[in-house]
T-cell receptor
Framework: QKEVEQNSGPLSVPEGAIASLNCTYSDRGSQSFFWYRQYSGKSPELIMSIYSNGDKEDGRFTAQLNKASQYVSLLIRDSQPSDSATYLCAVTNYGGSQGNLIFGKGTKLSVKP | GAVVSQHPSRVICKSGTSVKIECRSLDFQATTMFWYRQFPKQSLMLMATSNEGSKATYEQGVEKDKFLINHASLTLSTLTVTSAHPEDSSFYIC????????????FGDGTRLSIL
């Protein structure tokens, strides 16, 4: 069974620090990897996508992918209280290009002022 | 960016009522739409995958006669919760996938359903 594992947290970091969120996946055929942010009571919002090994940076966010280790991470630099949310890792192998995502259960991040 | 509109955002109704939720992709054609349910402090649970012009594929344990899905066009999918009961109260979220590899899902704002 295809699985995506995340530490549920809560992960607590002080404002201005780097928050590091980790995710492992079981399906070696996974090709696309996404990080979604979900505020309490709201729907998920896509914040990062990564498809090849290495780092991808977008503003304060950096996604890291290591397919050999089946590991994907999200770094948030200069964390702000507004970053406090649950972060969902999602992967897919896009069989048939249908876009089926497998979600982790999410890591709750709390940024303390 | 890709925009997905979900309506209504909140429904409160009596037990036994059927509720229809609409999901529209506003600026792209979505060959596939997904319906999720999320209970408080739980993760997203995929209910069904909806492909335009064909029958939806339901996840194990989801009653297809209870949760009717119609995907009549490339921009609209609907979920009807038939004869809703209090245990159906949840946060229902749709997402749409633009055809092509490496495209993410884009989520609607969700519908909070409360059955009295």
């Amino acid at each position: 069974q295809k699985e995506v594992e995340q530490n549920s947290g809560p992960l607590s970091v002080p404002e201005g620090a780097i928050a590091s969120l980790n995710c492992t996946y079981s399906d070696r055929g996974s090709q696309s990897f996404f990080w979604y942010r979900q505020y309490s009571g709201k729907s998920p919002e896509l914040i990062m996508s990564i498809y090849s090994n290495g780092d991808k940076e977008d503003g304060r966010f950096t996604a890291q992918l290591n397919k050999a280790s089946q590991y994907v991470s999200l770094l948030i630099r200069d964390s702000q209280p507004s970053d406090s949310a649950t972060y969902l890792c999602a992967v897919t192998n896009y069989g048939g290009s249908q876009g089926n995502l497998i979600f982790g259960k999410g890591t709750k991040l709390s940024v303390k002022p | 960016g890709a925009v997905v509109s979900q309506h209504p955002s909140r429904v409160i109704c009596k037990s036994g009522t059927s509720v229809k939720i609409e999901c529209r992709s506003l600026d792209f054609q979505a060959t596939t739409m997904f319906w999720y349910r999320q209970f408080p402090k739980q993760s997203l649970m995929l209910m069904a995958t909806s492909n335009e012009g064909s029958k939806a594929t339901y996840e194990q344990g989801v009653e297809k006669d209870k949760f009717l899905i119609n995907h009549a066009s490339l921009t609209l999918s609907t979920l009807t919760v038939t004869s809703a009961h209090p245990e159906d109260s949840s946060f229902y979220i749709c997402s749409a996938h633009r055809s092509g590899s490496n495209q993410p899902q884009h989520f609607g704002d969700g519908t909070r359903l409360s059955i009295l």
